[in-house]
């Protein structure tokens, strides 16, 4: 048996892959004055629920598995413009409908056991119509039924088809044009429809994957991508290994990627990771213990690590569940909405590492997005308390006790629920319990409905506002209340508010998308179905050695590219 210099070096990269800041690592100098060499550690505080493309609607999922998956296309980690992928070219017709997308040659899929002699094959374009085509299935290896739905000619028929249990040919509007050429016709010019596609529902995976192992899919990541799986126990530890053969180089020609590895934690206790961020244990810390948020002002004087910081393209906001009493009356969501003053919570409890807002869930930073056509929802509690008297409860007299549901593993949760407690308890005289849930309870709770009133958050997965905004769209509602809502959990249904929505979809005259988005959000602040908070500024830690790692408001992460100074590694 053979072995190269190259697989023997990540072998021995990997061995040490949980070494300490005082052991170096092997470097290999690359063209363009980069280096080869290295694993990235990272830690997610957060259990993951799922690392299969149709399932990833959590950020730290997604952080993990857009190194082992990709698209047609993809962001640029630094500005998020849509970029070639497994397509290394594609053009649009005439009628601004129709795309033809070249898929690119040599590209394999990781080894794996579900292939059958272990040995990845090459991509196709039959793998990408039959991957595309499952985003049009309902089933439950799918939450993201959502995304060609009225857009792609045929997915809503493929997708009524398979619901009633009737044979399908497949949706009408993905086709294979020969092994390596695809068309997908829209059924109108749709402007965000390369955006979409670099969402991480539209990735591409080999169907041998869900024929091997069925609903264990969401734990045997296998894609394209620059790493693949070399060991995963969930919930404790997940190394990841440079894909030897990955397809891409970079403009000096270099193979990517140039980390040997990447290796993961799953510590949920924010102040230990970041004691292993300080201790030169992790490459990156991400959202820090809100007790320790003034490291990013003293970062200049004790230096020793990179702080990064963007706009964040996220909101915070709290859900209510508007079948069960009290909430039904929407004086009474109002009343809560007025009660809370937003700016303490960003300026006090969150130490100014956010952005109150005061007209709904749309991040600040679209310059054309007319953000004053939203109603505001200012903090005034004696509104507050009129409106609260009007529906039957002077002075929270007679109102049951609310129970404000957060989970324990993000920025803040617990401590914003508690400030937002004694508001409400103050102002209104309302009684509120809080209820701290691990993340997967909680929003398995959310989900199926047994929540009354929580917390809840979303981070663009792509920068525009109607991805935010897609959260609560009718069609995304099962018939059954039983059956859980994945994405909108509100289970907010308005055919004004689905209209301008699907209008805003299909313009392609960006002034004119932006107004009907902003519409249809005006709809949905007005009716309080959800109380919206804050949006985090993203704040990002590095270690001093690692290179050519810009942040972005979504906190998507492309390590493709990533590479460590053997340097300035050294010399901490």
Request: hydrophobic content about 40%; glycine content about 8%.
């Amino acid at each position: 048996m053979k072995f190269s210099w190259s697989a023997l070096v990540l072998l021995a990269s990997l061995l040490v892959v949980g070494c300490g800041p005082s052991e170096k690592p092997l470097a290999r100098e690359a063209k363009g004055g980069r280096y080869y060499g290295g694993v990235f550690n990272a830690n997610e505080a957060e259990p993951l629920r799922s690392l299969f493309p149709l399932t990833l609607t959590q950020a730290a999922s997604h952080r993990v598995a857009s190194q082992v998956y990709e698209g047609l296309v993809g962001f640029d980690q630094g500005d998020l413009s849509v970029q070639p992928r497994l397509a290394e070219a594609w053009s649009l017709d005439a009628t601004g409908t129709q795309y033809t997308f070249t898929i690119r040659k040599g590209v394999r899929f990781h080894d794996d056991a579900c292939f059958p002699d272990g040995r990845g094959r090459e991509l196709t374009a039959a793998d990408v119509v039959h991957c595309l085509n499952a985003v049009a299935t309902p089933g439950d290896m799918n939450q993201l039924d959502w995304l060609f739905r009225d857009h792609v000619v045929g997915a809503n028929a493929h997708y009524a088809a398979i619901k009633a249990g009737r044979a399908s040919n497949g949706v009408e509007g993905i086709v294979m044009l020969d092994d390596h050429t695809v068309r997908i016709t829209l059924a109108s010019p749709w402007a965000g429809f390369l955006q979409v596609l670099a969402h991480q529902g539209c990735w591409i995976y080999p169907p041998e994957l869900v024929q091997h192992y069925g609903r264990d899919a969401a734990w045997h990541p296998v894609g394209t991508g620059p790493f693949k799986v070399r060991t995963f126990t969930r919930g404790k530890l997940m190394v990841l290994e440079r894909n030897v053969d990955y397809w891409a180089v970079d403009e000096h020609g270099n193979p990517l990627p140039f980390l040997d590895g990447v290796k993961y934690t799953f510590e949920p206790n924010k102040d230990a990771e970041l004691e292993a961020f300080l201790n030169g244990r992790l490459s990156v810390v991400y959202e820090l213990p809100i007790t320790r948020t003034g490291l990013v002002d003293s970062a200049a004087s004790r230096g020793g690590f990179t702080v990064q910081s963007a706009p964040g393209l996220s909101v915070q906001f709290y859900g209510i569940n508007v079948r069960r009493a009290p909430f039904t009356d929407p004086r009474v969501r109002m009343a809560l909405a007025m009660a809370i003053d937003k700016q303490f919570l960003v300026d006090t409890v969150l130490k100014g590492l956010g952005i109150a807002t005061y007209r709904g869930l749309v991040p600040p930073g679209f310059a054309d997005y007319p953000y004053d056509l939203v109603p505001e929802r200012s903090y005034d509690p004696d509104a507050a308390r009129t409106l609260l008297k009007e529906a039957g409860f002077p002075g929270g007299q007679g109102l049951p006790t609310i129970v404000l549901q957060v989970n324990s593993d993000g920025f803040g949760y617990v401590r914003v629920a508690e400030a937002v407690q004694s508001m409400l308890e103050k102002q209104l005289g309302v009684s509120v319990v809080i209820s701290v849930l691990p993340g997967e309870q909680h929003f398995e709770q959310i989900e199926r409905g047994r929540a009354q009133f929580w917390r809840e958050g979303w981070i663009l997965d792509h920068p525009d506002p109607e991805n935010v905004l897609a959260l609560f769209q009718g069609s995304q509602v099962p018939a059954d209340t039983a059956t859980p809502s994945y994405l909108n959990s509100t289970r907010y249904r308005d055919p004004v508010f689905d209209s301008l929505f699907l209008l805003a979809q299909r313009s392609v005259d960006r002034v004119e998308h932006m107004r009907l988005l902003a519409e249809a959000e005006a709809r949905l602040v007005t009716d309080a179905y959800v109380l919206p908070l804050y949006h985090e500024r993203a704040i990002r830690l590095l270690q001093p050695w690692v290179m050519n790692m810009p942040i972005n408001g979504m906190e998507y992460r492309d390590l493709r590219t990533t590479w460590f100074d053997p340097q300035l590694r050294s010399a901490h």
